[in-house]
């Protein structure tokens, strides 16, 4: 039996940060290591520029940091396969012929699409630039080229992968069985599969100011812990306090395991007993902050490292892109050959 196929990536606008961690990288070192799947993390430069064609820059350099960032994680390029989706053009072929296939109308109805043009109106202004509107066709491309089954996502882009199993849906009924339908898969902990930002906030983004990034140093994780919100209405310690929109406990439940509290808070044994004391009262914010640091520093403290270790060589590290794009390109063109097979473009045998 053949392996199920992973296709994931990631927009290279900024360093990726533990929002990203655990709402979707940890998942995709667990499956890459599990030898279950044929595993392509893809960096999506020609997706990010969609809304940043004036920041070729920004993206540019981005590539290397999400590189980054995927290395520190535990990505192997042993196991898996880390490209740059620039450099594949069978990708921007596909991309047009599934152009077809969807309508404008489905486009601007697509949940992700219109709420991300809703956050951009500054940044667009009157309208929308039309490859923005067409990106969930190209993250089409992307999944198809590879025959990916499984993608792992964050929640906010299901309503893309329900885009692309439409897409290949229409391709298979107008042109015969080519294409493979993908299942797109969310991380099963509700708070870690949007993790709120350091002040609560439900968007997690350096522009909000309220995000703990992955190569930050020691020093940034404590300062940015330290302010921290908690309940606002927890003002003494007597007080019961809320750990349900409070972000301090949300991160708790998220990254506390039992051997972070045997290790620096060992008067309790998990997350649900801390959590009950904070509720009944006579548990204060400063200690509950303290072990969340020590939890955020011993979890980030490797990944950082090795962050560092790859980070002394970008050579190496554009190395190890280039020769994914290239076996990744391979895999690509023998998927649009079929995909031209199938749609009569293919004159010249
Ligand atoms: N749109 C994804 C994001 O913003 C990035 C992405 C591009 C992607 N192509 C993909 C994710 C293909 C999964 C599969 O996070």
Redesign the pocket.
């Known amino acids: 039996m053949s392996k199920d196929i992973i ?5 290279p606008t900024g360093p990726l940060h533990i929002g990203h961690l655990v709402g979707a990288l940890r998942r995709r070192v667990e499956m890459q290591n599990s030898g279950q799947y044929k595993t392509f993390v ?1 960096i ?1 430069d020609a ?1 990010a520029l969609t809304d940043n064609a004036d920041n070729p820059e920004k993206v540019r350099e981005n590539v290397l940091q999400v590189a980054l960032d995927n290395l520190a994680v535990g990505i192997d390029p042993a196991k898996a396969n880390i490209f740059i ?1 620039s450099q594949i053009p069978e990708l921007t072929e596909l991309t047009f012929y599934y152009m077809n296939l969807v309508t404008v109308a489905r486009l601007q109805r697509n949940p992700t699409v219109k709420s991300e043009i809703a956050d951009k109106k500054e940044k667009f202004g009157v309208s929308v630039p039309a490859g923005f509107l067409l ?1 969930p066709i ?2 089409a491309a ?2 198809t080229a590879f025959d ?1 089954t499984v ?1 792992p ?2 929640e906010d ?1 299901m309503p ?2 329900e885009q692309t199993r439409e897409i290949v849906h229409k391709f298979n009924s107008v042109y015969g069985e080519t294409l493979i339908v993908p299942k797109g898969i969310l991380e099963e902990n509700e708070n870690a599969r949007r993790l709120v930002g350091t002040d609560g906030n439900a968007k997690m983004g350096k522009s909000l100011g309220n995000v703990i990034n992955l190569g930050d140093s020691a020093d940034e994780i404590a300062a940015k812990v330290k302010t921290m919100f908690t309940d606002p209405l927890h003002l003494r310690v007597e007080d019961p306090g809320n750990t349900k929109d409070n972000p301090v406990f949300i991160y708790l439940s998220v990254f506390a395991t039992p051997e972070h509290f045997a290790a620096f808070l060992p008067e309790y044994k998990n997350y649900a007993e801390l959590a009950a004391h904070y509720e009944r009262g006579g548990l204060g914010d400063v200690k509950v902050k303290k072990f969340l640091n020590e939890v955020l520093q011993v979890t980030l403290k490797p990944i950082r490292e090795r962050r560092e270790e790859f980070a002394k060589d970008p050579g190496a590290v554009m190395e190890i892109l280039r020769q994914g794009t290239i076996a990744a390109r391979e895999v690509a063109a023998a998927t649009t050959d079929r995909v031209k097979r199938a749609m009569k473009l293919d004159y010249f045998g």
Do not use: E, P
């Open positions: 296709l994931t990536g990631d927009r893809m999506a997706q989706q990106y190209s993250q992307d999944i990916a993608v996502v964050g882009q893309v992968i």
